[in-house]
């Protein structure tokens, strides 16, 4: 099967496609099969275009992107203003034939805004996570209020997907108090090995990021994939219902 995780965040503009570059170019530099998709955007295809460049290139815009908005809103209301109103049920069947071409690869989905900003009719990022039943990695910078932001988080998340969930703190340029704690203080309250804080980076990340984060990225990756793996066992064995 393939093992799917699914990059959702607080809000926008915290680092979802940063992670999700960083991701894809740390697995393809350890010669894993890797697959990073964005369904959904709106207001461009910046994110997008990042993930194909990732992939080296070698996948169509239109194959980690199908549906695009020119609006700079929700997708939901940058949708209906195009008159191409979204519903669930296709993106996730495009979710699923993309996660059977490659059921040897680590394929990473990255969300559109928040958890719980809405993507279409009646569906979220939470819907299409639960759908393809991906492990969330959460994205949220890290600063005062990032406590709260997490655990808010992490609470609209169904309890069989909260467990499972790591947490990636993104620092800001300019650090305060919040951001020297919030790891420490989330690891309290989640528990060893589910919080993991990354530097600063620009839009683009660097292409060979420094031996630090490359640990990180692995320390990350094997939590994760190792979730991913005991879900799909508890799948083909009758459990880890939600």
């Known amino acids: 099967m393939a093992r799917v995780l699914f990059i959702t965040g607080s809000d926008t503009g915290v680092g979802k496609t940063v992670l999700t570059v960083l991701l894809a170019r740390h697995l393809r530099r350890q010669g894993t099969p890797v697959l990073a998709l964005k369904p959904i955007c709106s207001g461009g295809r910046d994110d997008a275009e990042a993930l194909q460049a990732a992939q080296g290139g070698g996948i169509s815009l239109d194959a980690i992107n199908p549906w695009s908005f020119r ?29 059977d071409s490659r059921p040897r690869s680590v394929v990473l989905i990255e969300g559109a805004g928040g958890l719980l900003s ?18 969330p990695l959460v994205v949220c910078a890290n600063r005062l209020g990032t406590l709260n932001q997490v655990l808010l988080v992490l609470e609209a ?11 990636v703190l993104m620092e800001p340029v300019a650090p305060d108090d919040g951001s020297r704690t919030n ?50 066992a508890c799948r083909h064995s009758g459990g880890g219902g939600g």
Not at 157 to 167: D, E, T, Y
Request: net charge positive.
């Open 71 to 99: 609006a700079p809103l929700a997708p939901w209301l940058a949708a209906r203003r195009e008159g191409r109103p979204l519903k669930q049920g296709p993106v996730v069947a495009f979710l699923r034939a993309a996660l």
């Open 118 to 135: 809405p993507l279409g009719e009646h569906f979220a990022n939470r819907e299409l996570l639960v759908a393809v039943r991906a492990d």
């Open 157 to 167: 998340l169904p309890p069989a997907f909260r467990g499972r969930a790591r947490v």
């Open 183 to 232: 790891a420490a203080a989330l690891e309290e309250r989640l528990g060893p090995g589910r919080v993991v804080t990354l530097p600063r980076f620009l839009k683009t990340p660097p292409r060979e990021p420094g031996i630090r984060v490359r640990r990180l990225l692995d320390g990350l990756l094997v939590a994760a994939v190792a979730e991913t793996a005991l879900s799909g």
